[in-house]
C-alpha cells in the first residue's frame, strides 16, 4: 500500500526504494514511513490511499498546496492525524448521529471513507484561510478546525461531503 500511495501520489516520479528520504516528499517524517502510522495504523494508510486513488486530482492539489513556503504542511502526517480526528468522531457519537441521518441504509466502512476525504478537503482550505504562523501551531489549529467539525456535526440540516 505503501508503493501504492506514492504511485498515486508522485506518478512522474520512481520511488527508490520502500525505505527512502523520497517519502518527505510526500510528508512523511522519516526515511521509513510505517513509523509515522503509530497512532492509526494501518487505517491511516487506507485512507490516504482512498482519498488518493479517488480524489487523484484534489490530493494533487493539496500535495502542492502543503508544499507552501510559508504555510506548508506535512500531507501524510495531517492525513494520518485527520483519520483520528474522524475516528475520534465517530467513537464520540458525533459522527454516527450525523451517518444515521444523512446515509441512506446503514454506515458502512465507505461512508468513514469518504467522511475522511471531506476533511482532508476541509482541512486544506481552512488551514489558507486561517494562515498560522507557523507549522508549530498546529496542534492548536487542528483542534480549531475539530470544534469546527463538531460544531457542523451537530447541525442536521449540514450534509458533510465532498463536493468538487
Known sequence: MF????????????????ISKQWAEIGFQGDDPKTDFRGMGILGLINLVYFSENYTNEAHQILSRSNHPKLGYSYAIVGINLTEMAYSLLKSEALKFHLYNFVPGTPTMEHFHQFYCYLVYEFDKFWFEEEPESIMYFNLYREKFHEKIKGLLMDCNVALTLKT
Open 3 to 18: 508503493v501504492q500511495l506514492w504511485n498515486l501520489l508522485m506518478p512522474m516520479k520512481k520511488l527508490n526504494a520502500r
